[in-house]
């Protein structure tokens, strides 16, 4: 019953048509058949993702089927909640890139093998074979009238801006995801309400069935602004133990509470205690720590995340420079452009200069300022929580 009452109320907002009739079901022992639907519209899954992750995790660990769906046409289009401007259409190559360790990334929280694994769909399955006519009939049972009155499209009518019709049928397209798994409960944000409740009508009128539709709340700060790829300030799953660690602690202090009930197991009586020892005066950094390192091991491991501590009070608290630094062999020598690409530091040469050009790349305490920079032995940091010892031979 706790583990019942926690799934309905941790990390939720909203349940319909309401908690009461979804609680009844789940205490009669019925098994439910879930889903949440994740666009590949970039190749990191981060923080903002986990609070969904994670409650599909306590679906799956209650014995009910979970779907993760990954929204592979859908994708190409990019859904426009919450979005003033129209999105740019991606190319299913440029998707199924992206998707590519999607299964790896969601594996740190899911699991997809063993005892009731979760399991993995792409809306291309059906999507890709309904014809236009299909399709308009689709159309046919949900109204513009709908649509046209989100806030988003609101705000551009004011504004005498293009609604495009790709735009209507994204949640024309997400609604019917529903409808082909025949779903019992879809699990979305805030932000997706809209287009939940849209597969919940279209179920009706197809399937002639109720799904229930749980959301969950977005990560953010006290003004608002998200913590995820659209504000620029991705935290990854799978970022570096130490960088994952120092991102979290550079998080807002508005935002530890929040961070600590969506994204840690730590007991919501604790949490409460933590809120009035804050409120009564006390240094919220210390409570921040306790969040990146229940974070950082549930990501990884308790030894990495201890690591990653000591790292942090030593090299951005303490400002001393970690014993642990790895070693990278360089056989042929190179630009520094070139280096932070070779070794992973950076993603892409844009990347690359970026990190130079705001000043974040230092070799031996001494700041690079030119990309076409020879490399040296010696220890390279970038921003305040990588470092790198180069060695050439």
Request: aromatic fraction near 6%; include cysteine.
């Amino acid at each position: 019953m706790d583990k019942i009452n926690e799934l309905l109320t941790r990390g939720v907002v909203n349940i319909y048509p309401s908690k009461e009739e979804l609680e009844k079901i789940l205490n009669s022992g019925k098994k439910l058949r879930l889903y949440q639907g994740f666009d590949p519209t970039g190749p990191q899954l981060h923080l903002g993702h986990m609070v969904g992750l994670r409650k599909m995790r306590q679906w799956q660990d209650l014995g009910h089927q979970v779907i993760l769906l990954i929204g592979d046409v859908t994708g190409m289009i990019g859904d426009p909640s919450g979005k003033t401007t129209a999105r740019k259409i991606l190319t299913h190559e440029e998707v199924m890139a992206n998707v590519k360790s999607y299964k790896e990334q969601a594996s740190k929280i899911l699991r997809f093998n063993g005892q009731n694994p979760v399991e993995i769909k792409y809306n291309g399955e059906w999507l890709t074979k309904l014809s236009a006519i299909e399709f308009i009939k689709i159309t046919g049972l949900l109204s513009v009238n709908q649509v046209i009155q989100r806030d988003m499209f609101q705000e551009r009518l004011k504004k005498n801006e293009d609604i495009y019709m790709n735009e209507f049928c994204y949640p024309v397209m997400q609604a019917y995801d529903s409808v082909v798994m025949n779903i019992d409960l879809e699990i979305g944000g805030t932000d997706q309400m809209f287009n939940m409740l849209l597969g919940r009508k279209l179920m009706r009128h197809i399937l002639h069935k109720d799904k229930f539709v749980m959301t969950t709340p977005l990560l953010a700060d006290s003004s608002g602004r998200k913590i995820g790829k659209t504000e620029g300030n991705v935290i990854a799953l799978t970022d570096e133990p130490g960088e994952l660690f120092g991102k979290i602690m550079a998080l807002p202090d508005d935002i530890i509470l929040k961070a600590m009930e969506y994204l840690t197991n730590i007991s919501l009586e604790e949490i409460n205690k933590i809120e009035k020892n804050m409120s009564k005066g006390d240094n919220p950094i210390k409570y921040k720590k306790q969040l990146a390192f229940e974070i950082t091991k549930d990501l990884n491991d308790q030894d990495t995340a201890q690591t990653a501590q000591v790292n942090f009070e030593k090299t951005i608290q303490k400002k001393q420079t970690p014993q642990d630094i790895p070693v990278f062999n360089v056989v042929n020598k190179s630009s520094i452009l070139s280096f932070l690409i070779e070794s992973k530091l950076s993603d892409s040469k844009s990347d690359a200069r970026r990190l130079i050009n705001q000043g974040a790349v230092n070799l031996d305490d001494k700041k690079i300022t030119h990309p076409y920079q020879e490399i040296e032995n010696g220890i390279l940091k970038v921003g305040k929580h990588r470092f790198i010892k180069i060695k050439i031979k």
